[in-house]
């Protein structure tokens, strides 16, 4: 018999499973115990008596799935315990209540050693429990589950983030002490993924520049080993210097993401962003300088939003010209500062996060929602992003349709290809060839698991 089966939260074709219940999984397998990781969809497979304990958790939007497969299983195996963990349930314990009778252990925050001492007996039930990873106890995980596919590896090298922005929680599950996996252990691990065909490597931390002395200690190291390979990353526009990016240059990095989120000063300051415009500009511009893909993220509809505040980050993304950017209508999530200031205000939806209903943000302070949503779409409909804008609205609306419905569209998802097909060939379209295939890969994932969870 097993000790624990965990099963994911949301399938994605290109990240199978999520990376907290890989790294769970690793850790507790080197503690001796036997685990195994599986698919909401492998459930079903299940004998009669798999394990010692489930165990579960998601994010704030895919709660409700986490909900709905619990249910499942308490149904199937009622006397079996479920652990439930995740960022969801560290920001909002109050849902853990609310599903008192199907969730037994309650996981706040780092997940390994809390679930390694209930397996161990050392805990009661409906208790939570928070107990962070020593930086001595974070490894890099086994590629058992998050293989090199196609000559592409996805990493997180660190945990937690030092910066305060007001629309993010990233802090309340990991802190804003920065531990990263040392330097060593994971070159090792970087030989081996070499060994196993991996082309680019994609670091998913908050930011790789977070600990400076480790991307300098790997930037360092894959020059004197001349490790061949090529990488991308996250960053905060203030890290960047001309020394740091011409270091990362001359290591392989040939894809920066900026974490712009806005072109107006006064938004900038509401979400407590680190950097002003003119750092964020001198980022952008030191990394088209020794030509590495500039990636903006940009975020419209967030509190205080106003025409002229859109305006600006429009002025800003067209005087900076980077290569590529995701924009994306601004999602309040609970444990922020901007939701709970949105919540004390009333300016949010009616939400129930168990239930598959999400809060949305219905007034900016001086914008309805549908006033938001048509200025984004007259502001951006003479670029060539519009239809990215438009499908990120849609799956917004797809994943609460019936189930008939959905079918048809994802048939139509794969085969509909990049949409502006007459000019795809085109090479000032390849950024936005390669963002747009791999959303909607993301996108036929999310489908997929509901059509399970629906059915």
């Known amino acids: 018999m097993l000790d624990l089966i ?43 008596n798999p394990t010692r304990f489930f165990g579960v958790g998601s994010w704030s939007l895919e709660f409700h799935h986490v909900v709905a497969t619990a249910t499942s299983l308490k149904q199937r195996y009622p006397g079996i315990p479920i652990i439930c963990g995740g960022g969801h349930v560290t920001v909002c314990p109050f849902d853990l209540q609310e599903h008192a009778m199907i969730f037994d252990y309650w996981v706040l925050g780092e997940g390994e050693v809390a679930v390694h001492e209930i397996l161990q007996g050392q805990h009661k039930t409906r208790v939570p429990i928070i107990r962070p990873v020593p930086q001595k106890d974070l490894l890099p995980p086994n590629t058992a589950h998050n293989p090199v596919s196609n000559g592409s590896y996805t990493s997180i090298a660190s945990r937690g983030c030092p910066h305060i922005c007001t629309f993010c929680n990233t802090h309340k599950m990991f802190g804003h002490n920065v531990r990263s996996i040392a330097l060593d252990k994971y070159l090792q691990h970087l030989r081996d993924l070499l060994n196993q065909g991996m082309v680019t490597l994609s670091f998913r931390d908050s930011s790789f520049l977070n600990d400076i002395d480790w991307a300098t200690g790997f930037c360092a190291a894959v020059l004197k080993e001349k490790l061949q390979f090529n990488w991308l990353m996250n960053c905060c526009a203030e890290q960047l210097t001309e020394e740091r990016v011409l270091m990362m240059k001359r290591a392989g990095c ?47 509809g967030v509190l205080g939003e106003t025409r002229e505040t ?84 849609l799956e917004n609306k797809l994943i609460f349709l019936p189930s008939v419905f959905i079918r048809v569209i994802l048939l139509r998802l794969l085969t509909w290809r990049f949409p502006l097909t007459i000019l795809s060939n085109h090479p000032a379209f390849e950024p936005l060839k390669r963002t747009w295939d791999n959303y909607r890969i993301d996108l036929i994932g999310r489908i997929q698991l509901y059509l399970y969870l629906s059915a």
């Open 6 to 48: 965990l099963i994911n939260d949301c399938y994605r074709p290109n990240i199978p499973y999520s990376f907290g219940k890989i790294y769970l999984s690793d850790f507790l397998t080197r503690n001796g115990w036997r685990v195994r990781l599986i698919q909401p969809w492998e459930v079903s497979k299940l004998g009669s």
């Open 254 to 300: 040939i894809g920066v993401t900026i974490g712009v989120e806005s072109g107006a000063p006064s938004i900038l300051k509401m979400m407590k962003k680190a950097a002003g415009l003119n750092e964020m500009k001198r980022g952008i511009s030191l990394c088209k300088k020794y030509n590495i893909h500039t990636h903006l993220n940009l975020m419209y």
């Open 310 to 393: 859109m305006a600006a980050t429009r002025e800003f993304y067209q005087q900076t010209k980077p290569d590529s950017k995701t924009l994306a209508l601004y999602e309040p999530f609970p444990g922020t500062a901007m939701f709970e200031e949105a919540e004390q205000k009333k300016f949010l939806s009616p939400y129930n996060w168990g239930k598959g209903q999400p809060a949305k943000l219905l007034f900016t302070g001086s914008m309805a929602r549908d006033e938001v949503i048509r200025e984004a779409d007259r502001l951006w409909s003479t670029g060539p992003f519009h239809q990215y804008l438009r499908v990120a609205k």
